[in-house]
């Protein structure tokens, strides 16, 4: 496994506060119970046909094919924490459930999640379309292989019924510090509801947002075309970059000072603390992320997704191939953020 994703390299148009764009579409094979009706042996059968088509489509998309009881804990938390699996597929029963991941870790496909097939594509910055023409393209081949649940009037069949239709969810993360700092995030997210989306946190559902650090996606994947949903999310991405800029504009020049001294402790903390815990890093790095934006700190060759990694309890205990307790984990956080943060200042 790669330390870090190629989504990671915030390469993308925007990547300065849109962290990621993902498509995921859901799919169930015909005939078959969903995965939480489903028994052991129609699991099995299932896992064979899925592993077979994907091995179908290796060669334009090198996908390995694992289960997930193969992997270890830590290695399964560290999928999550790459956005590569949803932490339900760290839930039992792990042993029928499996994850297709090719070697740019743009691409993965859970197997046994709530639906048969969970196919996502990830990429930096805000390429909803372009995500969506990956995304399309291994559906495509992937359903010349196997029968997918499909009904004219309803769409694909989904074990949510929130979900049928496209059964697409697209998805952008984004960094909106700026917003939260001048209390417009409320207002912002009140209007995205109204207009059909949702805002979820790190994680996605059920997850806390910390680091400022948000994730929009359509409501609903009923009613509209694949290709109208991707265009209005968009938009309303756009949108919302256009008023973080406006944000940050304004907090430089109206309180400068303040936005300073704000940035400059968080580094400083960073730069020197012994002890961190995971909030208290990801409140600290969004801080510094703001600061290096607005040219108020020195870069840093890590990106900013990189760095949150580094923070997370699964990737900080598979860097020493064991188990760490809450008090090495905080201990070892704050010694990878402050080395690291060190050593680029020095080589800038």
Known sequence: MEPFSAWMEAQGPDADIVLSSRI??????????????????????????????????????????QRMGELSPINRQVLVEKHLIS????????????????????????????????????????????????????????????????????????????????????SVMVHLPALVLTRQAPQVFTTLAQIGMVVRGLYGEGSDAVGNIFQISNQVSLGLGEDEFIHNLTTVTQQIVGRERHAREYLRHNAELMLADRVERAWGLMSHARIMTSEEALRLLSEVKLGQDLNLLPATKSTFAQLTLFTRPGFLQSQTGRELNTGERDQMRATLLRKRLQEEAQSA
């Open 24 to 65: 995921r579409l859901a799919r169930n094979l015909k005939d078959t119970r969903f995965p939480n009706h489903m028994a052991a042996e129609d699991a099995e059968v299932m896992l064979g046909k899925v592993g077979t088509a994907i091995q179908g489509v290796s060669g334009q998309w090198p996908l390995g094919f």
């Open 87 to 170: 932490p339900a597929m760290m839930e039992e029963p792990i042993g029928f459930r499996a994850i297709a991941i090719d070697d740019l870790e743009s691409i993965s496909i859970m197997v046994n999640e709530e639906d048969h097939l969970r196919i996502q594509a990830l990429l930096s910055g805000l390429q909803l379309p372009e995500a969506w023409s990956v995304a399309d393209q291994l559906d495509d081949q992937l359903e010349s292989a196997l029968d997918f649940a499909f009904d004219a009037r309803l769409g694909y069949l989904t074990a949510c019924p929130t979900n049928i239709g496209t059964a697409m969810r697209a």
